[in-house]
C-alpha cells in the first residue's frame, strides 16, 4: 500500500503500539536544535524536547517529514503520565477548573497551565537517550510533583524502545491511599491523520497474543 506507515514502540509494561495511516501530517514549528536533540538511524528518527521533560515531540521514517506525535499541547507528546489517590477539587489552590476534581497525576511535559518539568540530567550515545526530569502535576498551576522521572529511549532498525522509571517520594497525604486506578502509560495522543491505534499489555507481546484496536 503506497505511504503506508507503519511503527512499533515498546514500553516498559510490554505494551506494543502500532499506527497506520495513508494521510500526511502538518509541519510544526520546533525550539532551538541544542533544545531538540536527533537521533536517526537510517530508518527512523527520534526527537526528544528538553524544554518539555525530554518528552518524544517527533518520530517518522529517516527523512520523512511526517511526524507521527501530536503535540497539540503538553498533554499530548509521548510521555510519561501517572495517576495516584482519590480525586479532589483544589481550585482554590490554583486547580485547573477544566480538570476539577482530579487525582494526584505527574505528567512527564508540563501542567495544564504550561510551565514546563524541569530536567535534571541529559545523556546521548549513538543510538540511546536518556533523560531525568521533575514532572508537574497536571491539573495544578506551577506544583511540581515529589518524584523524579527517567526515561530510556533507544531506536532499533525500525523498533522504538522506550524504558520509564517513576521514583516517588511524596510527603502529602491529601489523596489517600489503596486506590486502584488505571495508569495512562504511555500517554499517547497521535495525530489526526493516523486511524488506528494497537495496543498490547499482556505478557506475550510478539506471540501472537490478542490485542486491541483503538478507531477514531
Known sequence: MKNLLSLILILPVVATIAFTSLAQTNKRGEPAEAKI????????????????????????????????????????????????????????EGQAPRWSPWTWNPIQVGDAFRNRAEILDFKKTENTMYIKCIPMQWDMNNHPAEAEMEQWTTLDGSVLKVRNRLSCHRTDRIYGDSISRDQELPAVYPISALSNLYTYTGSKPFASDTYRIWRW
Open 37 to 92: 536533540p536527533v537521533i536517526d538511524n537510517g530508518r527512523l528518527t527520534l526527537k526528544l524536547d528538553l524544554t518539555r521533560g525530554g518528552a518524544i515531540c517527533w518520530l517518522s521514517y529517516s527523512g520523512s517529514e511526517r511526524n507521527l506525535v501530536n503535540i497539540a499541547d503538553e498533554g499530548r507528546y509521548i510521555q510519561q503520565s501517572y495517576y495516584a489517590g482519590k480525586s479532589l477539587d483544589r481550585r482554590e
